[in-house]
């Protein structure tokens, strides 16, 4: 089929999907079908997409990667009216599916019986209460997340702080084959439809009531991050640069290791900033990709952005052709495609937009359980809904710890920790197989433990194992 073909192919089957929808829904759900049809544009015509031609790529120059050390401090008489200016929008689309939990991903307990939600709500009253402001929290739910947020909400009502909700826009899922949207009717099943990734964000935000709402309470600034990264708490310093220096679009990055080596990068792309993505790049390029000393830092995520440039930016349509990431997966068996976009990629499109290389505690994600692990170990204390560094581990880095699939699940996680060891001096941890670890348990440096298939390895109470390979079969039976 032609591009004109499949063009026409999908305006038909739109319609038919605006046609079946309530009529309260027509006018939202064909805005939504607006910007879908702007995404399926880059699917089937092939010249949309722009390859990167690897030999015009250079590493940031200094100017556009500010040192976080090298901030001005924010002072008093700057904080309280900074902070006014300020939204904290959390990405909160995700499901905890990939931790065998069922709901949003950001009511999973991560630490001392807080959940990532309760945390953050926790940081931002915390905020509120010391300096008598008024800091909102936005969430960008998803069609999957929205009514399990909206539930847990009320806990939080008699709290110091104002919660707004959003929800990015719903888009339908493509059989790879046909080029058609999976779903034939607006009520089609959930598998049928798909969020759109965190680059919706500037559009799905700016639709919604809620950043009308804000704009006249005369706010400016976003800090906008992960749900789910423990590290993304709001820093004066930053607030007061993307002040002073005028930037549109603040981009927090940190210094690569080689668990980051797949992260995107910030580059000088044909004399412009841009985010490339290891999708974007040549096979015969990917490890010098991947290479710490070319590229030497990642995005966090973590994004400051001026709210009057996002006004602008979507009021032009700046950004239709921002860059889209064309995801392969499968539904009932079939190849399908979903169409993403990255919020990292609209740098691009704003002015003065640069990098601030923040410390390594400023990224603290948990993604499974390994992650999970490290955030409620003894690395980490609680204070007022963040996470602090354990003054007395004596090295900078974190360890790097690999659970196997015997501890994917959260369930199975907590049933094969009787408790978290101390992990204060640990360099590397892997565990596979069928293990169980006691209470009270210690690693320190490279500790590995293997039980192979048929064998099972009981850590006692009260080990200490200190650069060692457990392996082979370990009981430990009451008597």
Same mark, same amino acid.
Not at 16 to 28: D, F, R, V, Y
Not at 83 to 105: F, H
Not at 219 to 226: A, G, R, V
Not at 324 to 335: F, H, S, T, Y
């Given at each position: 089929?032609?591009?004109?073909?499949?063009?026409?192919?999908l305006?038909?089957?739109?319609?038919?999907?605006?046609?079946?929808?309530?009529?309260?829904?027509?006018?939202?759900? *064909?805005?939504? %079908?607006?910007?879908?049809? !702007?995404?399926?544009n880059?699917?089937?015509?092939?010249?949309?997409?722009? &390859?990167?031609?690897?030999?015009?790529?250079?590493?940031?120059?200094?100017?556009?990667?500010?040192?976080?050390?090298?901030?001005?401090?924010?002072?008093?008489?700057?904080?309280?009216?900074?902070?006014?200016?300020?939204?904290?929008? !959390?990405?909160?689309?995700?499901l905890? &599916?990939?931790?065998?939990? &069922?709901?949003?991903?950001?009511?999973?307990?991560?630490h001392?019986? /807080?959940?990532?939600?309760?945390?953050?709500?926790?940081?931002? +009253?915390h905020?509120?209460?010391?300096?008598?402001?008024?800091?909102?929290?936005?969430? %960008?739910?998803?069609?999957?997340?929205?009514?399990?947020?909206?539930q847990?909400? *009320?806990?939080?009502?008699?709290s110091?702080?104002k919660? /707004?909700?959003?929800?990015?826009h719903?888009?339908?899922?493509?059989?790879?084959?046909?080029?058609?949207?999976?779903?034939?009717?607006?009520? *089609?099943?959930? =598998?049928?439809w798909?969020?759109?990734g965190?680059?919706?964000?500037?559009?799905?935000?700016?639709?919604?009531? +809620?950043?009308?709402?804000?704009?006249?309470?005369? !706010?400016?600034?976003?800090?906008?991050?992960?749900?789910?990264n423990?590290?993304?708490?709001?820093?004066?310093?930053?607030?007061?640069?993307?002040?002073? *220096?005028?930037?549109? /679009?603040?981009?927090?990055?940190?210094?690569? &290791?080689?668990?980051?080596?797949?992260?995107?990068?910030?580059?000088?792309?044909?004399g412009a900033?841009?985010?490339?993505e290891?999708?974007?790049?040549?096979?015969?390029?990917?490890?010098?990709? !991947?290479?710490?000393?070319?590229?030497?830092?990642?995005?966090?995520?973590?994004?400051?952005?001026? %709210?009057?440039?996002?006004?602008?930016?979507?009021?032009?349509?700046? %950004?239709? =052709?921002?860059?889209?990431?064309?995801?392969?997966?499968?539904?009932?068996?079939?190849?399908?495609?979903?169409?993403?976009?990255?919020?990292?990629?609209?740098?691009?499109?704003?002015?003065?937009?640069?990098?601030?290389?923040?410390?390594?505690?400023?990224?603290?994600?948990?993604?499974?359980t390994?992650?999970?692990?490290?955030?409620?170990?003894?690395?980490?204390?609680?204070?007022?809904?963040?996470?602090?560094?354990?003054?007395?581990?004596?090295?900078?880095?974190?360890?790097?710890?690999?659970?196997?699939?015997?501890?994917?699940?959260?369930?199975?996680y907590?049933?094969?920790?009787?408790?978290?060891?101390?992990?204060?001096?640990?360099?590397?941890?892997?565990?596979?197989?069928?293990?169980?670890?006691?209470?009270?348990?210690?690693l320190?440096?490279? +500790?590995?433990?293997?039980?192979?298939?048929?064998?099972?390895?009981?850590?006692?109470?009260?080990?200490?194992?200190?650069?060692?390979?457990?392996?082979?079969?370990?009981?430990i039976?009451?008597?």
């Amino acid at each position: 089929m032609t591009i004109d073909a499949h063009v026409r192919a999908l305006e038909a089957h739109v319609e038919q999907l605006i046609e079946s929808a309530p009529e309260s829904e027509k006018g939202a759900f *064909s805005q939504e %079908m607006e910007g879908f049809k !702007k995404l399926y544009n880059f699917l089937v015509d092939p010249s949309r997409t722009r &390859t990167v031609k690897w030999d015009n790529i250079q590493p940031p120059p200094e100017e556009l990667v500010r040192p976080h050390a090298s901030l001005p401090s924010c002072s008093e008489e700057e904080r309280n009216a900074l902070l006014d200016k300020l939204v904290v929008l !959390k990405l909160n689309g995700g499901l905890g &599916t990939s931790m065998g939990c &069922t709901g949003p991903k950001s009511v999973i307990e991560v630490h001392s019986g /807080y959940t990532f939600l309760d945390l953050t709500v926790r940081q931002i +009253v915390h905020l509120n209460d010391t300096y008598g402001c008024n800091v909102p929290l936005v969430l %960008m739910n998803s069609f999957n997340t929205h009514d399990d947020t909206e539930q847990v909400l *009320s806990k939080y009502k008699n709290s110091n702080i104002k919660i /707004y909700c959003f929800n990015q826009h719903r888009y339908p899922r493509i059989w790879k084959d046909s080029k058609l949207p999976c779903p034939t009717s607006f009520d *089609s099943p959930k =598998d049928n439809w798909v969020p759109p990734g965190h680059g919706d964000v500037f559009s799905a935000f700016h639709q919604s009531p +809620v950043f009308k709402d804000l704009l006249s309470q005369g !706010k400016e600034y976003m800090f906008l991050s992960n749900v789910d990264n423990l590290g993304a708490t709001v820093d004066l310093d930053i607030l007061k640069h993307i002040a002073d *220096s005028k930037a549109e /679009y603040l981009m927090e990055v940190t210094d690569k &290791t080689r668990a980051d080596v797949k992260g995107g990068t910030l580059i000088l792309y044909e004399g412009a900033i841009r985010l490339l993505e290891i999708a974007q790049v040549p096979d015969d390029h990917v490890e010098e990709f !991947k290479s710490i000393k070319k590229f030497k830092i990642f995005n966090t995520n973590n994004l400051w952005v001026n %709210m009057a440039a996002i006004d602008r930016l979507e009021k032009a349509n700046a %950004m239709d =052709d921002m860059d889209v990431i064309i995801n392969n997966k499968e539904l009932k068996g079939r190849p399908i495609v979903q169409l993403e976009r990255a919020a990292g990629a609209a740098i691009q499109y704003f002015k003065n937009a640069h990098g601030i290389n923040v410390p390594r505690s400023r990224f603290l994600p948990v993604k499974g359980t390994s992650d999970l692990f490290i955030v409620q170990s003894d690395l980490y204390k609680l204070r007022h809904g963040s996470l602090v560094r354990n003054p007395q581990r004596p090295f900078e880095s974190v360890p790097l710890v690999k659970l196997g699939e015997t501890f994917k699940k959260v369930n199975q996680y907590m049933s094969r920790f009787k408790g978290i060891p101390d992990v204060l001096e640990l360099d590397h941890l892997t565990i596979s197989g069928d293990v169980t670890i006691g209470k009270g348990v210690s690693l320190r440096g490279t +500790v590995i433990i293997v039980a192979n298939h048929g064998s099972r390895i009981d850590i006692p109470d009260g080990a200490i194992l200190e650069n060692k390979v457990v392996s082979g079969n370990l009981r430990i039976l009451d008597h």
